[in-house]
C-alpha cells in the first residue's frame, strides 16, 4: 500500500491534472465571485480596456496598485471575459503544483516527496478559496514558485540568471512586498560571503560563468520593473519603483481605533465595516487638516506613512501587542472570518494546517543545506512575517509561502516517518 502510494505520488503530471480540476470544480461552483471587485483590480482593468490608462476613476492616474495583474486581468476581459480571468488562475494553479514538483527534486527530494509537496499545493485551502477571486494570491504563488525553481539551476550561465531576475521583476509588479524579500536574501547571502571569506581567507569562485549569472540577474531585473518606474515618474514626478498603497497599510494597521475595536479584543474579532469607515473618514480629516488634496497620491502616501510612524513611536508598548496579533492572524490555522462556512470545514481546514505546520517546522528544524535555495526558502518565511508584523495582515498574505511550506511539510513528514520506524524496531528488538 506504501509502495503504491509513493508510486501514484511520483506522478508529477497527474498531480497537475488533480490540482487542475479541483479548482475547475470550485471555479464551477463559486464563478460569480470573479465578479467582486476587492482590491479595485477590476475597476483599473475596465479602464485598461478602455483607453483611460493605469487608473480606477477615468481621468485620475494612480500607482496605488502594481501593474501586472491589472494589466493581465484586462487581457482576459478583453478576449473572454470574466471565465478569463478564473481559467488563468486555474492555470496558474496548475503551473504552481508543477513548478513546487521540479523545485523540490531540484533540491534533491525523491520524486515521492515532491509528489507530496504538489499534493499539499493541489488542495491548499488558501489556493483553492482564492482561485475564483480576482485577486493576486494566485498569481503571485506562482510568480514566486517560478522564481525559486529558476535559481535552483545548477547551471549559473547568463541564460538562467535573467530568467530568474525577470521573474523576480515579475513578481515584484504583481506584489511589491517580494522587494522585503530581496533585501533580506541579499543581507544574508553577503553575510555569508564576508563569514566564508574569513574563514577561508580567500575568495571561493566558481568559474568564470558564473560571474555573469548576477549580472543578467539585475539587468533582465531593471528591464522588467523600469516601465512602471518611468511611467510614475512621468506622472507623479517621482521614481516610484512600488506603489503609492504602503502608507496606507502601514496606518490601516497601526492606529488607536483599530487596537480598541480588535487587538484589545478576543482573537478573531475582525474590524466592523462601520468601523473600519469611522477610521478612514478621520484619516481623510486628517489628511486635509495637513493640506493634502485627494489628487495627490504621493503626499497622501508619505503622510499616511508617517501617520503610522507617528502611532508607532508614541505607543511602543500597543505596537507589540498589535504586531503580535498581526502574527496570529498571518498564520492562524483557521479562517478569520466564518460566515456561511459549516463548522466542518472550519475544523478541517484547522486540523489541515496544523498537520502541514508541525510537518513544515519539523523540516525546518532538521534542515542542514546551506545553498543559496535552501536559505532562499527559509528567507522567504523570515521576510514576510518580519514585514506583516509591521503592516496590515491577515492569511491570505501568507498564500505565496504554499510551496516553500509545502516542501518543508514534505521534508519533516519524511524525518517524522524515519523516527516512527525507528522506535518501532528499538522496541520490536526490546
Known amino acids: 500500500m506504501i509502495a503504491f502510494g509513493k508510486r501514484v505520488l511520483s506522478r508529477g503530471g497527474a498531480l497537475v491534472v488533480f490540482g487542475v480540476l479541483l479548482r475547475l470544480m470550485v471555479l464551477a461552483l463559486r464563478y460569480d465571485q470573479l465578479n467582486v471587485d476587492t482590491d479595485a483590480y477590476l475597476a483599473i482593468a475596465k479602464c485598461l480596456m478602455n483607453g483611460d490608462g493605469f487608473c480606477s476613476v477615468p481621468g485620475q492616474a494612480t500607482a496605488f496598485r502594481p501593474p501586472l495583474y ?222 493634502i488634496p485627494r489628487s495627490d497620491e504621493v503626499g497622501r502616501d508619505r503622510a499616511q506613512r508617517d501617520i503610522g510612524l507617528d502611532w508607532i513611536r508614541s505607543h511602543p508598548a500597543h505596537f507589540l501587542r498589535s504586531a503580535f496579533h498581526r502574527e496570529r492572524l498571518l498564520w492562524s490555522p483557521v479562517p478569520q472570518v466564518t460566515a456561511g462556512l459549516s463548522q466542518v470545514v472550519v475544523f478541517l481546514t484547522g486540523a489541515w494546517y496544523v498537520l502541514v505546520f508541525l510537518a513544515a517546522f519539523i523540516g525546518i528544524s532538521n534542515c542542514r543545506g546551506v545553498s543559496v535555495v535552501w536559505a532562499s526558502l527559509l528567507v522567504l518565511i523570515v521576510s514576510t512575517t518580519a514585514l506583516h508584523a509591521v503592516y496590515w495582515s491577515n492569511a491570505r498574505m501568507r498564500a505565496p509561502l504554499t510551496p516553500v511550506l509545502a516542501i518543508f511539510a514534505a521534508t519533516g513528514a519524511q524525518k517524522a516517518g524515519h523516527s516512527i520506524n525507528t522506535r518501532r524496531r528499538l522496541t520490536s528488538d526490546k
Open 70 to 291: 491589472p494589466l493581465l486581468v484586462a487581457g482576459c476581459l478583453s478576449t473572454v471575459g470574466p471565465l478569463g480571468i478564473g481559467l488563468m488562475q486555474v492555470a496558474c494553479g496548475g503551473l504552481t503544483i508543477w513548478f513546487t514538483f521540479q523545485l523540490a527534486r531540484r533540491l534533491g527530494l525523491a520524486d515521492w516527496l515532491a509528489g507530496l509537496a504538489s499534493l499539499v499545493v493541489a488542495v491548499d485551502p488558501l489556493l483553492l478559496n482564492y482561485t475564483p477571486q480576482a485577486m493576486t494570491e494566485i498569481l503571485m504563488t506562482t510568480l514566486v514558485s517560478a522564481y525559486l525553481w529558476s535559481i535552483s539551476d545548477p547551471r549559473r550561465f547568463a541564460p538562467q540568471g535573467a530568467l530568474a531576475g525577470a521573474l523576480f521583476g515579475l513578481g515584484a509588479l504583481c506584489r511589491p512586498t517580494l522587494w522585503a524579500f530581496g533585501a533580506f536574501l541579499l543581507a544574508v547571502l553577503v553575510s555569508g560571503w564576508v563569514w566564508q571569506r574569513r574563514v577561508n581567507e580567500r575568495r571561493v569562485s566558481n568559474g568564470p560563468a558564473a560571474k555573469h549569472w548576477p549580472l543578467a540577474f539585475v539587468a533582465a531585473l531593471a528591464v522588467v520593473v523600469a516601465p512602471w518606474v518611468v511611467r510614475n515618474w512621468l506622472v507623479f514626478g517621482h521614481p516610484i519603483l512600488t506603489t503609492t498603497h504602503g502608507g496606507y497599510t502601514l496606518a490601516l494597521a497601526n492606529n488607536s481605533a483599530y487596537f480598541a475595536d480588535v487587538v484589545e479584543q478576543p482573537f478573531g474579532k475582525v474590524w466592523s465595516s462601520d468601523k473600519l469607515e469611522r477610521w478612514q473618514a478621520d484619516l481623510e480629516q486628517e489628511l486635509e487638516r495637513r493640506g
